[in-house]
């Protein structure tokens, strides 16, 4: 349970410290195999090809992949009101932090009639995942659909696997989260087929093509995004869930504990990190982690991940060493359970999580933060998800006579230097023998 990793008294380069990462390499090379493989086959059957999919990965034969409208209707009716509350507040906040991130446009003025416009452009048509496997999602129906209206995407489409407990629909939970949303093209795929069938589309489903592929997943749906890059945009691989937390001799070995448990119990290849200073703080750690994972309902799959080569105590000599090495992880989720945490220390991860109040399930539902993040490492130069994944910044160019007049000889300058003489001659020609 939780191996050790002790770095005490190592010289930690960059280099030392990415080879000491704990990550489950073998998973990850073996998905992107499988799912670019699933992918292709995607792309060249279509419709029959989701289906014996679905036959093969969920057990679900001749359902109704594009979901009608009674499916949502049902699903929402049935709804428990106390989800239906719970959702409709993280709708709220999600709403109001997704707004936060929506740039305003702004004009620069670079001379008299020069001005270069930054205006921010949604996406026409976007395709969010919910996974729906090992554990039924509707919170991410709200983390995916929201920024993306919030951002003024017009078109939203929603995949997720079909259920052989429900006949071959889809959870009738995230159903009727997408009722409360106003989504109504929602496909029952799942995985890496799901991800092919947004970027290609499938003619006999009705299903067009999006421009941007987004929502958290398994390895499978993380590799197959890889796959189709270039084809569409995506937003990070948020694959196998990994929490890393960073804390000191003061910590509360039972908070720390029961929030690895928490993130172990997504899947097998869950990611569970803790790093710390205090040797006496780790063994308090373990003890209380080996108490209580087979308690929990999901305990055997909890303890499968907190067993795995993903997961680890980690022992350095002391804070700047830790933070190296979270640096250095990137971790999707971050806690930092310290007595003096300067969270601007800690500037590569997803979400980072402060103080012993705010644990990573406060984010997976109702912070107002987004749990859809980069796994994987990709946090070290990918975003979470966000209004600015359905956003393309474009530039917006007006220059009047005179204005370009200003620039003219330095632009011909250039062009020859370049040897482009037809760019310079672009500008002469709108001078030449032509009155003002």
Same mark, same amino acid.
Not at 309 to 333: G, K
């Given at each position: 349970?939780?191996?050790?990793?002790?770095?005490?008294?190592?010289?930690?380069?960059?280099?030392?410290?990415?080879?000491?990462?704990?990550?489950?390499?073998?998973? +990850?090379?073996?998905?992107?195999?499988?799912?670019?493989?699933?992918?292709?086959?995607?792309?060249? +059957?279509?419709?029959?090809?989701?289906?014996?999919?679905?036959?093969?990965?969920?057990?679900?034969?001749?359902?109704?992949?594009?979901?009608?409208?009674?499916?949502?209707?049902?699903?929402?009716?049935?709804?428990?009101?106390?989800?239906?509350?719970?959702?409709?507040?993280?709708?709220?906040?999600?709403?109001?932090? #997704?707004?936060?991130?929506?740039?305003? $446009?702004?004009?620069?003025?670079?001379?008299?009639?020069? =001005?270069?416009?930054?205006?921010?452009?949604?996406?026409?048509?976007?395709?969010?995942?919910?996974? /729906?496997?090992?554990?039924?999602?509707?919170?991410?129906?709200?983390?995916?659909?929201?920024?993306?209206?919030?951002? /003024?995407?017009?078109?939203?489409?929603? &995949? $997720?696997?079909?259920?052989?407990?429900?006949?071959?629909?889809?959870?009738?939970?995230?159903?009727?989260?997408?009722?409360?949303?106003?989504?109504?093209?929602? @496909?029952?795929?799942?995985?890496?087929?799901?991800?092919?069938? @947004?970027? @290609?589309?499938?003619?006999?489903?009705?299903?067009?093509?999006?421009?941007?592929?987004?929502?958290?997943?398994?390895?499978?749906?993380?590799?197959?995004?890889?796959?189709?890059?270039?084809?569409?945009?995506?937003? #990070?691989?948020?694959?196998?869930?990994?929490?890393?937390?960073?804390?000191?001799?003061?910590?509360?070995?039972?908070?720390?504990?029961?929030?690895?448990?928490?993130?172990?119990?997504?899947?097998?290849?869950?990611?569970?990190?803790?790093?710390?200073? $205090?040797?006496?703080?780790?063994?308090?750690?373990?003890?209380?982690?080996?108490?209580?994972?087979?308690?929990? +309902?999901?305990?055997? =799959?909890?303890?499968?991940?907190?067993?795995?080569?993903?997961?680890?105590?980690?022992?350095?000599?002391? =804070?700047?060493?830790?933070?190296?090495? #979270?640096?250095?992880?990137?971790?999707?989720?971050?806690?930092?359970?310290?007595?003096?945490?300067?969270?601007?220390?800690?500037?590569?991860? /997803?979400?980072?999580?402060?103080?012993?109040?705010?644990?990573?399930?406060?984010?997976?539902?109702?912070?107002?933060?987004?749990?859809?993040?980069?796994?994987?490492?990709?946090? +070290?130069?990918?975003?979470?998800? #966000?209004?600015?994944?359905?956003?393309?910044?474009?530039?917006?160019? $007006?220059?009047?006579?005179?204005?370009?007049?200003?620039?003219?000889?330095?632009?011909?300058?250039?062009?020859?230097?370049?040897?482009?003489?037809?760019?310079?001659?672009?500008?002469?020609?709108?001078? &030449?023998?032509?009155?003002?």
């Amino acid at each position: 349970m939780l191996r050790t990793i002790d770095l005490r008294g190592r010289d930690l380069s960059t280099a030392t410290l990415l080879a000491a990462v704990p990550r489950a390499q073998a998973a +990850r090379a073996e998905a992107l195999s499988a799912a670019a493989d699933i992918v292709a086959d995607v792309r060249g +059957r279509g419709e029959v090809a989701l289906r014996e999919q679905a036959a093969r990965f969920d057990g679900v034969r001749d359902h109704e992949i594009r979901v009608p409208a009674a499916h949502f209707d049902d699903a929402l009716e049935r709804l428990d009101p106390g989800v239906r509350a719970a959702l409709d507040e993280a709708i709220r906040r999600v709403r109001i932090a #997704s707004a936060a991130q929506v740039p305003a $446009s702004q004009i620069t003025e670079l001379g008299p009639g020069a =001005r270069v416009e930054q205006r921010w452009q949604p996406v026409r048509r976007a395709g969010v995942y919910v996974p /729906g496997g090992k554990a039924v999602y509707p919170s991410s129906v709200v983390m995916n659909v929201v920024p993306a209206q919030v951002a /003024g995407v017009g078109e939203v489409a929603l &995949a $997720s696997p079909p259920q052989a407990e429900f006949g071959g629909r889809v959870h009738p939970d995230i159903l009727a989260a997408a009722k409360l949303l106003g989504i109504t093209e929602v @496909y029952a795929m799942g995985g890496a087929g799901a991800v092919a069938a @947004y970027a @290609y589309g499938v003619a006999t489903l009705g299903l067009e093509p999006v421009d941007v592929v987004t929502g958290p997943g398994n390895n499978f749906v993380a590799a197959a995004k890889r796959a189709v890059g270039g084809v569409v945009g995506t937003d #990070s691989e948020a694959g196998a869930t990994e929490i890393l937390i960073v804390a000191d001799e003061h910590a509360d070995a039972t908070l720390a504990a029961v929030d690895l448990i928490s993130q172990a119990e997504h899947d097998e290849q869950a990611s569970a990190v803790l790093v710390t200073w $205090s040797e006496p703080f780790g063994a308090a750690v373990r003890a209380v982690v080996e108490e209580r994972v087979d308690a929990t +309902r999901n305990g055997i =799959r909890a303890r499968t991940a907190l067993e795995g080569p993903q997961s680890a105590i980690v022992l350095v000599d002391d =804070r700047a060493a830790a933070t190296a090495f #979270s640096n250095a992880y990137a971790p999707e989720h971050l806690e930092l359970h310290l007595e003096d945490p300067r969270p601007e220390d800690f500037v590569n991860a /997803g979400a980072v999580f402060v103080g012993a109040h705010s644990p990573v399930s406060l984010g997976d539902y109702l912070a107002g933060s987004n749990h859809v993040l980069p796994t994987g490492g990709q946090a +070290r130069y990918a975003s979470g998800l #966000s209004a600015s994944t359905f956003l393309r910044p474009q530039q917006v160019i $007006s220059y009047d006579r005179e204005a370009l007049r200003t620039v003219e000889r330095d632009i011909v300058a250039l062009a020859d230097a370049e040897a482009l003489p037809a760019h310079g001659e672009a500008v002469t020609a709108r001078f &030449a023998g032509r009155e003002g």
